[in-house]
């Protein structure tokens, strides 16, 4: 196991947002996270990424537990996140946006060469400023960054949110390579149809819980939009 995850709950001050959500994955799996909007996808990458402190529960990286450890402790411990919204440094240059990912010193095969060969259109535009590139180009910097950490979890938060749909093609034939590698992800995606077709589990969340986890391929849609959708199913 590279991730496991147990009876992890949250809170914001006395608003309770996780109630014990359990997850596993695999080495080299990708897992799609999907749910409605406040379901608790983002608390859940803030705790994996040391952002927030866990209420209860536990989380392990390769069977060793994570908690009480920073968000620099955590990368270095080898997960990186893609934040929702890219969060580049306006005022760095592509790579040096790029070269921020670096920071924890891990070692590993991704160092700005591997980032230009993942990622061609980003060679030309490495001096540029990072407010000059188009949103498709700055969420690939977004993904190079993230992986300049050497990760050995990669968290991707709304990579889609207000691409093109050619991007949004580009941002996941990337992560595919990505995947090849043997890097897990976790990836959150609004567009169950394509977050089903990029990863191997599912785990659909509503209302801070799991409502539905599963193998992605032959997963049931249907299924999936009632959880996601919090239908009630009586038995
Ligand atoms: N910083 C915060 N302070 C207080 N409440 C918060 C904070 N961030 C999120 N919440 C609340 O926690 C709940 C879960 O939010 P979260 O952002 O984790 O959901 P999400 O699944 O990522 O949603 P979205 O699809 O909109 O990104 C929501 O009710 C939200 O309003
Ligand atoms: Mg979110």
């Known amino acids: 196991m590279v991730l496991s995850v147990r009876n992890l709950q949250a809170n914001y001050g006395s608003l309770k947002v996780l109630f014990g959500v359990d997850l596993d994955l695999g080495e080299g799996e990708t897992l799609a996270l999907v749910g409605a ?28 537990s994570l908690s009480g450890l920073s968000a620099r402790q955590l990368v270095r411990q080898g997960i990186a996140m893609v934040p929702e919204g890219r969060k580049l440094f306006p005022s760095l240059s592509v790579e040096e946006n790029l070269m921020t990912g670096a920071y924890a010193g891990r070692p590993g095969p991704w160092q700005l060469d591997r980032i230009y060969e993942l990622f061609p259109t980003l060679e030309p535009l490495r001096n540029r400023p990072s407010p000059a590139l188009s949103g498709g180009q700055q969420q690939l910097v977004a993904i190079g960054r993230a992986l300049m950490a ?46 089903l077709t990029e990863s191997d589990q599912f785990a659909c969340m509503r209302h801070g819980e799991i409502a539905l986890s599963g193998v992605s391929r032959g997963a049931d849609l249907a299924a999936i939009s009632a959880a996601y959708f919090g239908e009630k199913h009586h038995a």
């Open 150 to 195: 050497n990760p050995i979890l990669l968290l991707c938060d709304e990579l889609s949110l207000g691409l093109s749909p050619s991007a949004v093609d580009t941002v996941y034939a990337g992560l595919r390579k990505v995947r090849e590698e043997g890097v897990s992800m976790v990836i959150v995606e609004q567009d169950i149809a394509r977050a």
């Open 37 to 64: 909007n406040g379901a608790g996808k983002t608390t859940l990458f803030s705790i994996l990424t040391g952002l927030l402190p866990a209420a209860q529960g536990d989380v392990q990286l390769q069977r060793r």
